[in-house]
Protein backbone atom coordinates (compact mmCIF):
# COMPACT_ATOMS: atom_id res chain seq x y z
CA UNK A 1 0.00 0.00 0.00
CA UNK A 2 1.21 3.48 -0.98
CA UNK A 3 0.86 5.86 2.12
CA UNK A 4 1.14 9.85 1.56
CA UNK A 5 3.11 12.35 3.77
CA UNK A 6 -0.54 13.52 5.13
CA UNK A 7 -1.71 9.61 5.62
CA UNK A 8 1.09 8.34 7.66
CA UNK A 9 0.80 11.60 10.11
CA UNK A 10 -3.05 9.93 10.80
CA UNK A 11 -1.62 7.09 11.44
CA UNK A 12 0.83 8.13 13.88
CA UNK A 13 -1.61 10.27 15.50
CA UNK A 14 -3.88 6.93 16.60
CA UNK A 15 -0.93 5.03 17.28
CA UNK A 16 0.40 7.45 19.88
CA UNK A 17 -3.06 7.63 21.05
CA UNK A 18 -3.07 3.76 21.26
CA UNK A 19 0.09 3.38 23.26
CA UNK A 20 -1.02 4.61 26.31
CA UNK A 21 1.72 5.00 28.34
CA UNK A 22 2.07 5.76 32.18
CA UNK A 23 5.20 4.69 33.09
CA UNK A 24 7.66 7.29 34.57
CA UNK A 25 10.67 7.35 32.17
CA UNK A 26 13.45 8.03 34.84
CA UNK A 27 13.57 6.55 38.20
CA UNK A 28 12.08 4.01 40.43
CA UNK A 29 9.00 2.52 39.60
CA UNK A 30 6.50 1.75 42.45
CA UNK A 31 4.71 -1.59 41.45
CA UNK A 32 4.69 -5.02 42.99
CA UNK A 33 3.47 -6.78 40.47
CA UNK A 34 3.61 -7.07 36.19
CA UNK A 35 0.82 -8.57 34.29
CA UNK A 36 1.97 -9.55 30.10
CA UNK A 37 -1.37 -10.14 28.14
CA UNK A 38 -0.43 -12.56 25.23
CA UNK A 39 0.40 -11.06 21.78
CA UNK A 40 3.76 -11.15 19.14
CA UNK A 41 5.27 -8.13 19.54
CA UNK A 42 8.95 -9.39 20.20
CA UNK A 43 10.63 -6.38 21.54
CA UNK A 44 7.71 -5.29 23.44
CA UNK A 45 7.91 -8.81 25.48
CA UNK A 46 11.72 -8.50 26.05
CA UNK A 47 10.85 -5.01 27.70
CA UNK A 48 8.40 -6.54 30.12
CA UNK A 49 10.90 -9.36 30.79
CA UNK A 50 13.95 -7.07 31.51
CA UNK A 51 11.55 -4.47 33.86
CA UNK A 52 10.49 -7.44 35.96
CA UNK A 53 14.22 -8.85 35.95
CA UNK A 54 15.23 -5.80 37.01
CA UNK A 55 13.06 -5.00 39.50
CA UNK A 56 12.32 -8.34 40.77
CA UNK A 57 8.65 -7.87 39.69
CA UNK A 58 6.71 -11.26 40.13
CA UNK A 59 5.22 -11.39 36.29
CA UNK A 60 2.24 -13.01 35.23
CA UNK A 61 2.07 -13.71 31.74
CA UNK A 62 -1.85 -14.14 30.45
CA UNK A 63 -2.71 -15.66 27.33
CA UNK A 64 -3.67 -18.99 25.50
CA UNK A 65 -4.57 -19.97 21.95
CA UNK A 66 -5.99 -16.28 19.94
CA UNK A 67 -5.51 -14.67 16.74
CA UNK A 68 -1.90 -13.58 18.06
CA UNK A 69 -0.75 -17.25 18.44
CA UNK A 70 -0.01 -18.29 15.10
CA UNK A 71 1.93 -14.88 14.62
CA UNK A 72 4.32 -15.42 17.66
CA UNK A 73 5.16 -18.44 17.14
CA UNK A 74 6.25 -17.80 13.53
CA UNK A 75 7.90 -14.64 15.03
CA UNK A 76 9.45 -17.06 17.26
CA UNK A 77 10.75 -19.59 14.47
CA UNK A 78 12.78 -16.55 12.34
CA UNK A 79 14.77 -15.53 15.74
CA UNK A 80 18.05 -16.17 16.41
CA UNK A 81 17.53 -17.44 19.75
CA UNK A 82 13.92 -18.36 20.39
CA UNK A 83 13.88 -19.94 16.95
CA UNK A 84 15.24 -23.35 19.40
CA UNK A 85 12.03 -23.37 21.02
CA UNK A 86 9.47 -26.06 20.23
CA UNK A 87 6.48 -23.98 20.18
CA UNK A 88 4.29 -26.90 18.73
CA UNK A 89 0.32 -26.92 20.94
CA UNK A 90 1.91 -24.02 23.10
CA UNK A 91 -0.29 -21.26 24.26
CA UNK A 92 1.23 -18.25 24.33
CA UNK A 93 1.54 -17.81 27.89
CA UNK A 94 3.64 -20.79 27.51
CA UNK A 95 5.24 -19.48 24.41
CA UNK A 96 6.15 -16.34 26.45
CA UNK A 97 7.35 -18.11 29.17
CA UNK A 98 9.61 -19.39 27.29
CA UNK A 99 11.09 -16.35 25.99
CA UNK A 100 11.40 -14.83 29.31
CA UNK A 101 13.69 -17.80 30.37
CA UNK A 102 15.63 -17.73 27.54
CA UNK A 103 15.83 -13.90 27.13
CA UNK A 104 16.23 -12.84 31.21
CA UNK A 105 16.40 -16.03 33.29
CA UNK A 106 13.69 -15.90 34.86
CA UNK A 107 12.92 -18.41 37.10
CA UNK A 108 9.58 -20.68 37.53
CA UNK A 109 9.41 -19.18 40.82
CA UNK A 110 8.91 -15.43 39.54
CA UNK A 111 6.71 -16.24 37.04
CA UNK A 112 2.38 -16.81 36.88
CA UNK A 113 0.97 -18.56 34.15
CA UNK A 114 -2.80 -17.91 33.08
CA UNK A 115 -3.20 -19.95 29.88
CA UNK A 116 -6.92 -19.98 29.07
CA UNK A 117 -7.71 -17.06 27.73
CA UNK A 118 -8.86 -16.24 23.95
CA UNK A 119 -8.94 -12.41 24.13
CA UNK A 120 -8.53 -9.15 25.91
CA UNK A 121 -11.84 -9.80 28.25
CA UNK A 122 -11.01 -13.28 29.37
CA UNK A 123 -7.16 -11.85 29.88
CA UNK A 124 -8.63 -9.45 32.36
CA UNK A 125 -10.97 -11.89 34.40
CA UNK A 126 -8.44 -15.26 34.11
CA UNK A 127 -6.03 -12.91 35.49
CA UNK A 128 -7.83 -11.22 38.53
CA UNK A 129 -9.07 -15.52 39.27
CA UNK A 130 -5.37 -16.52 38.89
CA UNK A 131 -4.58 -13.22 41.73
CA UNK A 132 -8.07 -14.78 43.82
CA UNK A 133 -6.83 -18.22 43.35
CA UNK A 134 -2.95 -17.42 44.75
CA UNK A 135 -4.35 -14.86 47.25
CA UNK A 136 -2.46 -12.15 45.71
CA UNK A 137 -3.41 -8.77 46.20
CA UNK A 138 -1.44 -5.78 44.41
CA UNK A 139 -1.87 -2.65 44.92
CA UNK A 140 0.49 -1.33 41.83
CA UNK A 141 0.46 -3.29 38.47
CA UNK A 142 2.51 -2.49 35.51
CA UNK A 143 0.50 -3.70 32.81
CA UNK A 144 1.55 -4.71 29.53
CA UNK A 145 0.42 -5.17 26.01
CA UNK A 146 0.72 -4.82 21.83
CA UNK A 147 1.65 -1.28 21.76
CA UNK A 148 -1.11 -1.15 19.44
CA UNK A 149 -3.81 -2.78 22.01
CA UNK A 150 -2.73 -0.96 25.24
CA UNK A 151 -5.34 1.18 25.51
CA UNK A 152 -8.10 -1.01 25.19
CA UNK A 153 -6.41 -3.32 27.36
CA UNK A 154 -6.16 -0.60 30.17
CA UNK A 155 -9.57 -0.04 29.65
CA UNK A 156 -11.07 -3.96 29.85
CA UNK A 157 -8.71 -4.36 32.70
CA UNK A 158 -10.17 -1.57 34.77
CA UNK A 159 -13.66 -2.67 33.77
CA UNK A 160 -12.95 -6.42 35.14
CA UNK A 161 -11.86 -4.73 38.76
CA UNK A 162 -14.64 -2.06 39.10
CA UNK A 163 -16.60 -2.91 41.43
CA UNK A 164 -13.60 -4.27 43.81
CA UNK A 165 -12.52 -2.27 46.79
CA UNK A 166 -8.97 -3.89 46.32
CA UNK A 167 -8.69 -3.14 43.05
CA UNK A 168 -5.10 -1.87 42.15
CA UNK A 169 -3.52 0.64 40.06
CA UNK A 170 -3.46 0.15 36.75
CA UNK A 171 0.53 1.36 35.22
CA UNK A 172 0.29 1.33 31.41
CA UNK A 173 3.42 0.57 29.59
CA UNK A 174 3.58 -0.31 26.00
CA UNK A 175 7.20 -0.47 25.89
CA UNK A 176 7.68 1.83 22.73
CA UNK A 177 5.52 3.69 20.67
CA UNK A 178 5.44 2.98 17.19
CA UNK A 179 5.48 5.21 14.02
CA UNK A 180 5.32 5.09 10.78
CA UNK A 181 8.32 6.76 7.88
CA UNK A 182 8.72 7.11 4.75
CA UNK A 183 12.16 5.63 3.69
CA UNK A 184 13.30 5.90 0.20
CA UNK A 185 9.55 5.85 -1.08
CA UNK A 186 8.63 2.60 1.14
CA UNK A 187 6.57 2.97 4.57
CA UNK A 188 8.47 1.53 7.82
CA UNK A 189 7.65 1.11 11.59
CA UNK A 190 10.58 2.66 13.92
CA UNK A 191 10.10 2.99 17.93
CA UNK A 192 12.08 -0.52 18.00
CA UNK A 193 14.90 -3.17 16.95
CA UNK A 194 12.94 -4.41 13.89
CA UNK A 195 12.72 -8.10 14.65
CA UNK A 196 9.61 -9.55 16.16
CA UNK A 197 7.34 -5.90 14.82
CA UNK A 198 3.98 -6.60 12.94
CA UNK A 199 3.75 -6.14 9.12
CA UNK A 200 2.76 -2.75 8.01
CA UNK A 201 -0.61 -5.17 6.86
CA UNK A 202 -0.72 -6.66 9.99
CA UNK A 203 0.23 -3.40 11.95
CA UNK A 204 -2.71 -0.97 9.79
CA UNK A 205 -5.07 -3.89 10.23
CA UNK A 206 -4.70 -3.83 14.44
CA UNK A 207 -4.74 0.09 14.39
CA UNK A 208 -7.98 0.60 12.63
CA UNK A 209 -9.52 -2.15 14.23
CA UNK A 210 -8.56 -0.93 17.56
CA UNK A 211 -9.93 2.23 16.95
CA UNK A 212 -13.36 0.88 16.10
CA UNK A 213 -13.44 -0.93 18.76
CA UNK A 214 -12.80 2.05 21.20
CA UNK A 215 -15.33 3.55 19.79
CA UNK A 216 -18.45 4.63 21.70
CA UNK A 217 -20.81 3.39 19.14
CA UNK A 218 -22.74 0.73 17.94
CA UNK A 219 -19.88 -1.21 16.38
CA UNK A 220 -17.53 -0.73 19.62
CA UNK A 221 -16.90 -2.36 22.47
CA UNK A 222 -17.92 0.60 24.89
CA UNK A 223 -21.17 1.03 26.88
CA UNK A 224 -23.52 1.85 23.33
CA UNK A 225 -22.35 -1.20 21.89
CA UNK A 226 -20.91 -4.61 23.21
CA UNK A 227 -20.15 -3.16 26.46
CA UNK A 228 -17.31 -5.00 27.43
CA UNK A 229 -15.64 -2.17 28.94
CA UNK A 230 -16.84 1.76 29.96
CA UNK A 231 -16.67 4.77 27.89
CA UNK A 232 -12.93 5.74 26.55
CA UNK A 233 -12.48 9.40 25.43
CA UNK A 234 -11.28 9.35 22.28
CA UNK A 235 -10.14 12.84 21.01
CA UNK A 236 -11.04 14.49 17.94
CA UNK A 237 -8.29 14.19 16.14
CA UNK A 238 -7.97 10.93 16.38
CA UNK A 239 -11.43 10.30 15.49
CA UNK A 240 -10.80 12.45 12.52
CA UNK A 241 -7.95 11.24 11.30
CA UNK A 242 -9.60 7.70 11.72
CA UNK A 243 -12.30 9.30 9.37
CA UNK A 244 -9.74 10.29 6.91
CA UNK A 245 -7.84 6.60 6.54
CA UNK A 246 -10.98 4.67 6.31
CA UNK A 247 -11.13 6.26 2.73
CA UNK A 248 -7.78 4.48 1.92
CA UNK A 249 -8.77 2.11 -0.85
CA UNK A 250 -9.41 -1.58 0.58
CA UNK A 251 -9.06 -0.20 4.19
CA UNK A 252 -12.05 -1.84 5.38
CA UNK A 253 -11.21 -5.18 4.36
CA UNK A 254 -8.06 -5.08 6.60
CA UNK A 255 -9.43 -4.24 9.47
CA UNK A 256 -8.35 -7.14 11.81
CA UNK A 257 -12.00 -8.04 14.11
Given at each position: ?16 WLALD ?89 LLLEG ?108 RGKGF ?29
Open positions: MQLSDNEIQDINVIAADMPHQGEISADLAILAGHSVLPNIEGAVALAKKFDLPLLISGGKGHATPVLAEAMATHPFYRQIDTQDMGEAQMLAAIARTFAALTDQQASRNCGENAAFSQRLLDEKNIQPQHVVLIQDPLLQRRTDATFRWQWRDRADAPQFINWPVFTPQLILDAGMARIIGAPPQGLWSLERFLSLLMGEVQRLRNDEQGYGPFGEVEMPDEVDAAWQRLMHLPNIQGRISR
